[in-house]
Nanobody, 112 residues
Framework: QVRLVESGGGLVQTGGSLRLSCQAS????????MRWYRQPPGKEREWLGT????????NVIPSVSGRFIISKDNVKNTLYLEMNNLKPEDTAVYSC?????WGKGTLVIVSP
């Protein structure tokens, strides 16, 4: 059974940092690229970025480029999203995804 479980969300002040984790199980994590998405309150879910199966290539949307870093530990079966210089507009539920599988998400709130 495929499971994706996000953690690490919380309340942080503007300019702060958080590192989100996505613990994966039930599939061959090493052979799969992974994606992060986020859904701000009252808005549509948006794709944030992608990392290749080996973790050697990443791609993020322009609004988080230089602030957010995606990484992947194929030994721990864990996907990470390091978020720096957070802004109120980063407030959202953050979810990880691969193929058709989704985690339930973790909430990040950035206070002004």
């Amino acid at each position: 059974q495929v499971r994706l479980v996000e953690s690490g969300g919380g309340l942080v002040q503007t300019g702060g940092s958080l590192r989100l984790s996505c613990q994966a199980s039930g599939f061959d994590f090493r052979s799969n690229g992974m994606r992060w998405y986020r859904q701000p309150p009252g808005k549509e879910r948006e794709w944030l970025g992608t990392i290749t199966s080996e973790g050697d290539i990443t791609n993020v949307i322009p609004s988080v480029s230089g602030r957010f870093i995606i990484s992947k530990d194929n030994v721990k079966n864990t996907l990470y999203l390091e978020m720096n210089n957070l802004k109120p507009e980063d407030t959202a539920v953050y979810s990880c995804n691969t193929q058709t599988y989704w985690g339930k998400g973790t909430l990040v709130i950035v206070s002004p």
